[in-house]
């Protein structure tokens, strides 16, 4: 909910405008602001004190608005907040910040919004005395020029980041979840593909990928060509969009021509490799089980474990610099470097490496979007012997890494659903 840090780029109506009250400052900036497409709002609250404060940050005290002027040919509604439905009391340290998005739509569908000003007020609120109302901290606000910016291949993607990133981080629930991106019901245009297999893939239910592949199917596109232009954007690897072939796996795309399946098998990411060898199995060139097993185990151990290496030794560098740039390279490999990251750990290392890794390593084991994850979840749909072989060869791996342990649960999954 809080304190997101994104480091993505944006693209913005320009510098983020600031705004200081007292302890506290406010920082506005537009996110990928798309000529008839969505604006979304991301606001950052610093605190600058030196004492740590309690802040109460929730819905009901409306802590951030944000307002545009009236239009004559559309409105704006806000779609969602990022925070918990019950109240939140939280305490701040100097320098902590407080992030919050909000999406506004209804813009984009006949209108341009460039040169709107747009006014943010925000209200800081603490805990009062016992039975007193909560006391007003600090009161910020500002105006900021929005500049939208015509579409292209580089906004879309910049835009499409920023999107999934925040949609990512709301803590809310599934209903939210979806109402967070409604506006795109009402454009399901192919520009917007790109976008729709992003959200596809950072889906936390079964419910929340029915609804994705749904609205995927719906794109107003023939769905032979929507279906080639899916294998497209696989084979660029803007993103490994796992759950794409469950628009496949699902029948609701038309399967991809044979020279467009040879395409997928012949990616160099493994999982696409796989899940092609397996859910298309006719079609030429199909990979053995145990060939789709050693080129998983090479890209999580082998491929990577000397960069892993390097990047472990430059984690105790004496330079500042360096080792926290190797811990940001680490985080970036993700679950590419878990199984080196293991047997590192076994070894003597400084304390202070020991904890950067331990924490890296316990992040990846709780990702929800690791591509594993969400790999193994669509090959375990698929009814084959072939999956069934993959699963168990890859369960009883000796890979020190999340993968044995996913591929044992999709096959115990399996095995309830049979009974």
């Known amino acids: 909910m809080f304190g997101l840090g994104l480091s993505i780029a944006m693209v913005a109506a320009h510098w983020p405008a600031v705004n200081y009250d007292g302890d506290f400052s406010l920082r506005t900036s537009f996110l990928a602001t798309i000529d008839n497409g969505p604006v979304i709002v991301r606001n950052v609250l610093r605190y600058h004190g030196d004492k740590p404060v309690k802040v109460l940050w929730h819905r009901q005290f409306s802590n951030i608005g944000v307002h545009l002027p009236a239009h004559p040919l559309a409105g704006h509604k806000l779609v969602a907040i990022v925070g918990r439905l019950e109240p939140e009391e939280v305490e701040m340290g100097s320098e902590d910040c407080l992030v919050e998005y909000e999406c506004l739509h209804d813009w984009h569908v006949k209108s341009t919004l460039s040169g709107v000003r747009a006014r943010i007020d925000c209200n800081v ?45 709301l803590n809310i629930s599934l209903p939210q979840r979806l109402n967070y991106s409604k506006w795109i019901d009402s454009l399901l245009d192919i520009e917007y593909l790109p976008l729709l297999l992003r959200l596809l893939d950072s889906s936390q239910s079964e419910e929340e990928i029915r609804t994705w592949i749904n609205r995927i199917a719906l794109t107003k596109c ?34 991809p ?163």
């Open 125 to 169: 609120y603490g805990p009062g005395a016992v039975r007193s109302p909560p006391k007003r901290l600090a009161s910020l606000g500002h105006s900021i020029t929005l500049l939208t910016f015509p579409k292209s291949s580089a906004t879309m993607s910049a835009f499409a980041s920023n999107f999934v990133s925040a949609y990512r981080d």
């Open 257 to 419: 021509n044979a020279d467009e399946i040879l395409t997928l098998k012949k990616s160099q990411n493994a999982w696409i490799q796989s899940m092609a060898s397996l859910g298309f199995p006719m079609a030429v060139d199909s990979k053995g089980v145990d060939d789709l097993c050693k080129l998983i185990e090479f890209s999580y151990v082998a491929r990577s474990r000397e960069q892993v290496l390097r990047l472990v030794k430059e984690a105790d560098a004496n330079s500042f610099v360096i080792r926290e740039r190797a811990t940001k390279e680490l985080r970036e490999l993700g679950e590419y470097a878990e199984a080196t990251l293991v047997s590192v750990l076994r070894t003597e290392l400084s304390e202070e490496v020991r904890v950067r890794l331990a924490k890296i390593l316990m992040e990846l084991r709780i990702d929800p979007h690791s591509e594993a994850r969400r790999a193994i979840r669509c090959i375990s749909t698929l009814e084959s012997s072939g999956a069934e072989d993959f699963l168990k060869k890859l369960s009883s791996s000796g890979m020190n890494n999340q993968v044995p342990r996913l591929a044992a649960a999709a096959i115990t999954e399996r095995e309830k659903k049979r009974k």
């Open 222 to 255: 023939p769905k032979t060509v929507l279906s080639t232009l899916v294998v497209e954007l696989l084979r660029r690897q803007d993103q490994s969009s796992s759950y794409a072939f469950l628009l496949w796996f699902s029948n609701r795309l038309p399967l």
